[in-house]
C-alpha cells in the first residue's frame, strides 16, 4: 500500500515569504509527527497529532510555526515569515496509535531553502 | 533539543567488513530503535528494542538494548554496497511518545 507522502518535495523561498508543507499519512493511521532535520543532525520532534487534536506541540520552535490536521489524515505545516535558519527538511511520520511499539512510518521530507 | 550521543559520526570501511556504532545516554529509556536513511528518503526502521539486555537481530544487522537502558550498539556483518548510508538510533520512554534521536552515523564504503 501506498507509503506516506510528502509535498513538496523541494521548496525554495524568499525570506520574509511564507510556506505550507503537506503530509499524506498512511491510511488509518491514527497518530501524525512532525519532525526538522538539520543537515548533518538527528530529527527534531516539532508536533504530535492524535486524530485532529494537538496534544503536544512543545517541539514548535517559535509562533512563525503551527500546525493542522483535518479529518484526521491530511496535515499541514505552516511556518510564516521564513528566515534563514528555518532551512532544513521537514519529515513527517504516522503510526497507527501513538503507543510505545508503535513504529513510525516516515515519508521522504521536504526540503526547504531559504534564501 | 536533547539529543542521544551516536558514535562514530562516520566510517569509511571495506566491502566485507564488519561495522559498529552506539549510542548512549544520560537518561534512561523503554524503547531503543535503529533507522537507516538513504538520500533523498526517511528514515526506515531496522530494529527495535524493548526490553533491558535484548539482543535482536535482523538479517545481517544485530542490535542489543544495554542493561543500564542507557546505551545501545548496532552491528553490521558483512557488509555489502547498499549498507551505505546514515544510521539513527532513537530512544524512548513510557511516558512520552516522542523519539529523541542521534545525529547519525554515516556510513560510507572505501572503493
Known amino acids: 500500500g501506498a507509503g506516506v507522502s510528502q509535498s513538496p518535495s523541494n521548496k525554495v523561498t524568499e525570506k520574509g515569504k511564507d510556506v505550507e508543507l503537506r503530509c499524506d499519512p498512511i491510511s488509518g493511521h491514527t497518530a501524525l509527527y512532525w519532525y526538522r532535520q538539520s543537515l548533518g543532525q538527528g530529527l527534531e520532534f516539532l508536533i504530535y497529532f492524535q486524530g485532529n487534536s494537538a496534544p503536544d506541540k512543545s517541539g514548535l520552535p517559535s509562533d512563525r510555526f503551527s500546525a493542522e490536521r483535518t479529518g484526521g489524515s491530511v496535515s499541514t505545516l505552516t511556518i510564516q515569515r521564513t528566515q534563514q535558519e528555518d532551512s532544513a527538511v521537514y519529515l513527517c511520520a504516522s503510526s497507527p496509535e501513538s503507543g510505545r511499539r508503535e513504529t513510525q512510518y516516515f515519508g521522504p521530507g521536504t526540503r526547504l531553502l531559504v534564501l | 533539543g536533547q539529543q542521544l550521543n551516536q558514535s562514530p559520526q562516520s566510517m569509511f570501511i571495506q566491502e566485507g567488513e564488519d561495522v559498529s556504532m552506539n549510542c548512549t545516554s544520560s537518561s534512561i529509556f523503554n524503547t531503543w530503535l535503529w533507522y537507516k536513511q538513504d538520500p533523498g528518503e526517511g528514515p526506515v526502521l531496522l530494529i527495535a528494542?524493548?526490553?533491558a539486555g535484548e539482543l535482536t537481530s535482523n538479517g545481517r544487522l544485530t542490535a542489543q538494548f544495554g542493561i543500564t537502558r542507557k546505551d545501545s550498539f548496532l552491528n553490521i556483518s558483512a557488509s555489502i554496497p547498499s549498507d551505505v548510508g546514515i544510521y539513527f538510533c532513537a530512544g524512548q520512554t513510557d511516558s512520552n511518545y516522542q523519539l529523541i534521536w542521534g545525529a547519525g552515523t554515516k556510513l560510507i564504503i572505501k572503493p
Open positions: 528494542l524493548y526490553k
